[in-house]
């Protein structure tokens, strides 16, 4: 039964919540470049995993509802999996759930009030496609009856670290219940009374509703939020493949998530428990319990060696790193930062992060390999008033037109070839050969070709910051006002 009403369930509408920033995952999780998009399990990032969860046929195209700075990330990692969403949201500033769950209730309302939605965050990992797919069907009679329904892990361990929900007793498996009440994070005393009672279950953030059942319940439990996020719609403005909503007035809506809004109000709340190999990789510790591990219980993704090692994780990106003689511990080496902790203290990364914060660590924003909707450039050296990049344009991309105030650049092609626009003079580079940018020249790059090009950047001035940039024209929206 649950099958039939799945693959009858093509007005169910995924909305894919990734503005998350995942510090707890640093030094690979960065600002420009958070957890949702990394490559942490496999080939692909959780972003895209949970596109991929959601077959073609069984669902409709999604709604991604992501922070502006990481628009192309969304745009890029969605071309990768070929997959052409409904709509990207781009938040102007984060403001938790519960005003993302309202901005696709409106959304989707304008063309079907009734339509349902399946809000998902965009980080988590769910090992069981099958039991993830049986439980949302199990879900969908409730949500047309006007519930808003969640999804409850049955747990297998005492965890404190996520909220619970609990349930009346329950004999059947696979129907959504009544859900009695929401428990915030537990000691381990009340984690392992609910492990023990049976009616007790792992808040997912997964819900399922249809879009008038959402907006009833905002327009009764959150009307500020239902009228900011309403007016920050209308106010938007179309950029390329994006909905830019506005700043002005997304700024006015309370951050606060949806759990707290609205869920826990509400009174027609149902849950369905499905076991699924669910994680939300809140740390270090549960990207190891999650990962595949040899017989000594170890886990690693990269050039990693472990010798006398037992039930450690160990990540690099391109260093050898060895594990030797340690238990319990995790290792995540990146170009530029290094992190070693106990597992037991691996939730406390986020403190390192909010340290480096302070004070103005570039580490905590960027990787050195930064991506570009037309490619990435990595720093190779920093120096006094000189910088070396590596850049890679990806095949037809465009560079802005664009100049500096302090700095000249010196372009060596290595690999491809490029069309370079200096002022009213274009010229094509091929392998080996170079050009000098002076300071205030207007210029850009173009790869013409069929393969990605690489050039060497030297840079040399006074201030080699980013933010020393005027565009003109710009083939993806960042014209400087």
């Known amino acids: 039964m649950q099958q039939r009403l799945l693959t009858r369930s093509s007005t169910i509408h995924p909305l894919i919540l990734s503005g998350g920033s995942g510090k707890r995952l640093w030094p690979l999780s960065r600002q420009a470049n958070p957890k949702q998009f990394l490559k942490v399990l496999g080939d692909h990032s959780l972003f895209q995993e949970t596109c991929r969860r959601l077959p073609k046929g069984a669902f409709a195209s999604p709604t991604v509802i992501a922070n502006d700075s990481h628009r192309f990330l969304v745009a890029e990692q969605l071309r990768e999996l070929g997959v052409t969403p409904k709509s990207i949201v781009l938040e102007p500033v984060g403001r938790n759930t519960a005003p993302a769950a309202v901005i696709g209730a409106l959304l989707a309302a304008r063309e079907d009030i009734d339509r349902l939605i399946l809000l998902l965050p965009s980080d988590h990992s769910?090992?069981?496609?099958?039991?993830?797919?049986?439980?949302?069907?199990?879900?969908?009679?409730?949500?047309?009856?006007?519930?808003?329904?969640?999804?409850?892990?049955?747990?297998?361990?005492?965890?404190?670290?996520?909220?619970?929900?609990?349930?009346?007793?329950?004999?059947?498996?696979?129907v959504a219940l009544p859900v009695n009440r929401?428990?915030?994070?537990?000691?381990?005393?009340?984690?392992?009374?609910?492990?023990?009672?049976?009616?007790?279950?792992?808040?997912?953030?997964?819900?399922?509703?249809?879009?008038?059942?959402?907006?009833?319940?905002?327009?009764?439990?959150?009307?500020?939020?239902?009228?900011?996020?309403?007016?920050?719609?209308?106010?938007?403005?179309?950029?390329?493949?994006?909905?830019?909503?506005?700043?002005?007035?997304?700024?006015?809506?309370?951050?606060?998530?949806?759990?707290?809004?609205?869920?826990?109000?509400?009174?027609?709340?149902?849950?369905?428990?499905?076991?699924?190999?669910?994680?939300?990789?809140?740390?270090?510790t549960e990207v190891w319990e999650t990962s595949a591990r040899d017989a000594e219980g170890n886990a690693s993704?990269?050039?990693?060696?472990?010798?006398?090692?037992?039930?450690?994780?160990?990540?690099?990106?391109?260093?050898?790193?060895?594990?030797?003689?340690?238990?319990?511990?995790?290792?995540?080496?990146?170009?530029?930062?290094?992190?070693?902790?106990?597992?037991?203290?691996?939730?406390?990364?986020?403190?390192?992060?909010?340290?480096?914060?302070?004070?103005?660590?570039?580490?905590?924003?960027?990787?050195q390999r930064v991506h570009r909707p037309w490619g990435w450039y990595e720093r190779l050296a920093l120096g006094d008033r000189y910088q070396v990049k590596c850049i890679m344009v990806t095949p037809g991309a465009t560079l802005s037109l664009q100049s500096h105030h302090h700095r000249s650049e010196h372009w060596v092609v290595v690999k491809g070839a490029i069309e370079v626009t200096k002022n009213e003079e274009v010229i094509i580079l091929s392998e080996n050969q170079s050009t000098f940018v002076p300071v205030g020249s207007r210029h850009r790059m173009r790869n013409p070709g069929k393969i990605p090009a690489f050039l060497i950047e030297v840079q040399s001035g006074s201030y080699l910051g980013e933010d020393d940039i005027v565009r003109y024209e710009d083939v993806y929206g960042r014209v400087s006002k």
């Open 126 to 174: 769910i090992a069981d496609r099958k039991a993830f797919a049986d439980a949302i069907a199990a879900g969908i009679p409730a949500a047309q009856q006007g519930a808003i329904v969640t999804f409850g892990i049955k747990p297998d361990r005492p965890h404190t670290g996520y909220g619970y929900i609990e349930v009346s007793a329950h004999d059947e498996e696979g």
């Open 182 to 284: 929401f428990v915030e994070k537990p000691d381990a005393k009340r984690a392992r009374e609910y492990l023990e009672s049976g009616n007790f279950f792992w808040n997912a953030g997964i819900f399922l509703f249809s879009a008038r059942t959402m907006l009833e319940a905002a327009e009764r439990f959150a009307p500020g939020i239902m009228t900011a996020c309403a007016e920050a719609i209308a106010q938007g403005t179309r950029d390329l493949d994006f909905l830019r909503l506005s700043e002005k007035h997304f700024e006015k809506v309370d951050s606060i998530s949806l759990d707290y809004a609205i869920i826990e109000k509400a009174s027609n709340i149902r849950c369905v428990p499905f076991e699924a190999g669910w994680s939300d990789l809140g740390s270090w």
């Open 301 to 367: 993704k990269g050039d990693v060696h472990f010798m006398k090692a037992h039930d450690s994780y160990a990540y690099s990106d391109g260093a050898a790193v060895s594990v030797l003689g340690l238990d319990n511990v995790v290792v995540v080496a990146t170009r530029d930062a290094v992190l070693v902790t106990s597992k037991a203290e691996a939730q406390l990364v986020k403190d390192v992060v909010a340290k480096f914060e302070k004070l103005g660590r570039e580490e905590v924003i960027n990787h």
